[in-house]
């Protein structure tokens, strides 16, 4: 304690010294915000994931699932792999709220992990690395690893008018895409094509045999897929209707020249499809999707436990996306949208939280500068947490962003004591202000402390991930708040009442400011032992 009250005298002796020192900490903890790694929300560390086979357009059943039966063969050969257990059709086992949806597919399958207990192995992604390397060898597979959630993987959307161009730039873009070191799988929709029969009417022989071009397409689809549903005759049994689908069979929905004699209703009686239409069969893109109504192609980037800002700011630096086609731009969607979006309000809702602290504090004290020097704490926080989040390797992320506003709080508490109790000595003890600081940081040092540490205490468990919990969001959140507690509990121990006398020759100065407009004498000068 006398060690710390001659520091305090020190720092009231030399103010201009100590306030500069404060004004360049805190710029200093300002330029660490570019070294900090940047995210959305840092990605679980669940005992579970998933991989997700997709094999070319057109396989059949027996295919899939002797591809799955080699992937999950190879997954299980992984160290800290428990069990897997294989969907075929694009289903997922479970409840799982990041599984994909949509229609299942014979050439889909789904590889549902089981990992051991989060204590007994490393941390989930760098398992997902040995699932990808194993998962090499599988010839003509597209595969991604992973539940999909937020911080596991950035989307890169490519929209345009003009599908060529549009084609191209995908082409180039997935190319150097693959260039950036440290990504999983990148997988595009650009490279989708399935094989098709394309019907190509001949509309002066249709029109005059009396042929439409609904009355083709509804004989192909009946012939080849089946009517709707609604449309099908029922069988009836006791207990249920069984709809009968009657369709060609699968030989003969490849057989052109049987498709090619199917009849079409005319006005003239009943044509054979071959005679109004030409039928050859070509590839064409099995999805063709669309973002405000233009053509895209999406590309999903596994992270494999980079930072979504740093690959972000990597893709944007890449040759084929600074230089497009014309027609052709970059749209962000998913994690990356949402976290440009956090970033630019967090500014002002940090800026309002100030306002709504500083407004509550005017009301308290019944002045206007004093709350000044309570918020002063703010700015010596920042430079721990930054620095707590930079040694433990954390993102600046949501988590982080929620644990400095919970820092405002807990910065502006010990601030708060040391204020009100100098308030108190020089109003009711009648203590010079040298004095009733000196007094304050005597008395007020240890509740500080003993609140500091008391807190810290209570989530260091959570900032080094003691548990079974998954502390991948909470960790962060606790890293900023103790970094933050560190420096402005030691800093503002000192720099506040440095910022309090400042204030109150502010306020001083005013006064007599006042006065003399008012005509009265002056006030007397502060003591010479206060001067800095």
Same mark, same amino acid.
């Given at each position: 304690?006398?060690?710390?009250?001659?520091?305090?005298?020190?720092?009231?002796?030399?103010?201009?010294?100590?306030?500069?020192?404060?004004?360049?900490?805190?710029?200093?903890?300002?330029?660490?915000?570019?070294?900090?790694? =940047?995210?959305?929300?840092?990605?679980?560390?669940?005992?579970? =994931?998933?991989?997700?086979?997709?094999?070319?357009?057109?396989?059949?059943?027996?295919?899939?699932?002797?591809?799955?039966?080699?992937?999950?063969?190879?997954?299980?050969?992984?160290?800290?792999?428990?069990?897997?257990?294989?969907?075929?059709?694009?289903?997922?086992?479970?409840?799982?709220?990041?599984?994909?949806?949509?229609?299942?597919?014979?050439?889909?399958?789904?590889?549902?992990?089981?990992?051991?207990?989060?204590?007994?192995?490393?941390?989930?992604?760098?398992?997902?690395?040995?699932?990808?390397?194993?998962?090499?060898?599988?010839?003509?597979?597209?595969?991604?690893?992973?539940?999909?959630?937020?911080?596991?993987?950035?989307?890169?959307?490519?929209?345009?008018?003009?599908?060529?161009?549009?084609?191209?730039?995908?082409?180039?873009? +997935?190319?150097?895409?693959?260039?950036?070191?440290?990504?999983?799988?990148?997988?595009?929709?650009?490279?989708?094509?399935?094989?098709?029969?394309?019907?190509?009417?001949?509309?002066?022989?249709?029109?005059?045999?009396?042929?439409?071009?609904?009355?083709?397409?509804?004989?192909?689809?009946?012939?080849?897929?089946?009517?709707?549903?609604?449309?099908?005759?029922?069988?009836?049994?006791?207990?249920?209707?069984?709809?009968?689908?009657?369709?060609?069979?699968?030989?003969?929905?490849?057989?052109?020249?049987?498709?090619?004699?199917?009849?079409?209703?005319?006005?003239?009686?009943?044509?054979?499809?071959?005679?109004?239409?030409?039928?050859?069969?070509?590839?064409?893109?099995?999805?063709?999707?669309?973002?405000?109504?233009?053509?895209?192609?999406?590309?999903?980037?596994?992270?494999?436990?980079?930072?979504?800002?740093?690959?972000?700011?990597?893709?944007?630096?890449?040759?084929?996306?600074?230089?497009?086609?014309?027609?052709?731009?970059?749209?962000?969607?998913?994690?990356?949208?949402?976290?440009?979006?956090?970033?630019?309000?967090?500014?002002?809702? #940090?800026?309002?939280?100030?306002?709504?602290?500083?407004?509550?504090?005017?009301?308290?004290?019944?002045?206007?500068?004093?709350?000044?020097?309570?918020?002063?704490?703010?700015?010596?926080?920042?430079?721990?947490?930054?620095?707590?989040?930079?040694?433990?390797?954390?993102?600046?992320?949501?988590?982080?962003?929620?644990?400095?506003?919970?820092?405002?709080?807990?910065?502006?508490?010990?601030?708060?004591?040391?204020?009100?109790?100098?308030?108190?000595?020089?109003?009711?003890?009648?203590?010079?202000?040298?004095?009733?600081?000196?007094?304050?940081?005597?008395?007020?040092?240890?509740?500080?402390?003993?609140?500091?540490?008391?807190?810290?205490?209570?989530?260091?468990?959570?900032?080094?991930?003691?548990?079974?919990?998954?502390?991948?969001?909470?960790?962060? #959140?606790?890293?900023?708040?103790?970094?933050?507690?560190?420096?402005?509990?030691?800093?503002?121990?000192?720099?506040?009442?440095?910022?309090?006398?400042? #204030?109150?020759?502010?306020?001083?100065?005013?006064?007599?400011?006042?006065?003399?407009?008012?005509?009265?004498?002056?006030?007397?000068?502060?003591?010479?032992? +206060?001067?800095?």
């Amino acid at each position: 304690m006398q060690v710390y009250l001659k520091a305090v005298g020190w720092s009231m002796r030399h103010r201009l010294v100590t306030f500069i020192l404060s004004g360049l900490f805190f710029f200093g903890s300002v330029a660490l915000i570019p070294l900090l790694p =940047t995210g959305f929300i840092p990605p679980d560390d669940n005992s579970q =994931t998933q991989v997700y086979l997709e094999l070319p357009p057109g396989s059949t059943l027996e295919q899939t699932k002797a591809t799955a039966e080699a992937a999950r063969i190879a997954i299980s050969k992984v160290e800290h792999v428990k069990s897997v257990y294989t969907t075929i059709g694009a289903g997922s086992a479970g409840t799982d709220p990041f599984a994909p949806s949509g229609a299942a597919e014979a050439r889909k399958a789904t590889l549902t992990i089981l990992l051991t207990d989060r204590t007994d192995r490393p941390r989930k992604q760098g398992i997902e690395n040995h699932i990808r390397t194993a998962l090499e060898p599988l010839p003509g597979v597209r595969s991604k690893v992973g539940l999909g959630g937020s911080g596991e993987k950035y989307i890169l959307v490519l929209t345009g008018e003009d599908p060529q161009a549009l084609q191209s730039a995908a082409l180039a873009v +997935e190319k150097d895409l693959r260039t950036i070191p440290g990504l999983g799988q990148v997988a595009s929709t650009a490279s989708l094509i399935r094989p098709e029969v394309v019907v190509r009417p001949d509309f002066a022989r249709a029109a005059d045999l009396g042929v439409t071009s609904s009355a083709i397409g509804d004989t192909l689809r009946i012939a080849t897929a089946g009517d709707y549903d609604t449309a099908l005759p029922k069988l009836n049994l006791s207990q249920r209707q069984v709809p009968i689908v009657v369709k060609l069979r699968e030989d003969a929905r490849r057989d052109l020249a049987v498709l090619e004699r199917l009849t079409v209703p005319g006005s003239r009686g009943p044509v054979m499809l071959g005679q109004v239409a030409t039928l050859e069969l070509t590839g064409g893109p099995a999805v063709i999707d669309r973002y405000d109504r233009s053509r895209n192609i999406n590309f999903e980037i596994e992270l494999s436990g980079l930072p979504l800002g740093d690959v972000a700011a990597a893709v944007q630096q890449l040759p084929s996306v600074r230089n497009l086609p014309p027609g052709v731009k970059v749209v962000e969607v998913g994690d990356a949208e949402v976290m440009g979006e956090l970033f630019a309000s967090f500014g002002l809702a #940090m800026l309002t939280g100030v306002l709504c602290i500083y407004i509550v504090l005017v009301l308290l004290f019944k002045d206007f500068l004093h709350p000044v020097t309570i918020l002063a704490a703010l700015p010596l926080s920042l430079g721990g947490a930054f620095v707590g989040l930079l040694v433990a390797q954390k993102s600046f992320s949501m988590p982080s962003l929620i644990g400095l506003i919970m820092l405002m709080g807990i910065a502006t508490k010990n601030s708060i004591l040391l204020v009100e109790y100098a308030i108190v000595a020089r109003r009711d003890h009648g203590l010079s202000r040298f004095d009733a600081l000196l007094d304050a940081c005597h008395k007020r040092a240890r509740p500080i402390i003993m609140t500091t540490i008391a807190m810290g205490a209570g989530m260091l468990p959570i900032a080094i991930g003691f548990g079974t919990a998954d502390p991948s969001f909470r960790s962060p #959140m606790s890293i900023a708040v103790i970094g933050g507690l560190i420096t402005s509990t030691v800093l503002s121990l000192l720099v506040i009442p440095v910022v309090y006398t400042y #204030m109150d020759d502010i306020e001083h100065f005013i006064g007599r400011v006042r006065d003399r407009l008012r005509g009265k004498p002056a006030a007397p000068p502060q003591p010479a032992r +206060e001067a800095g």
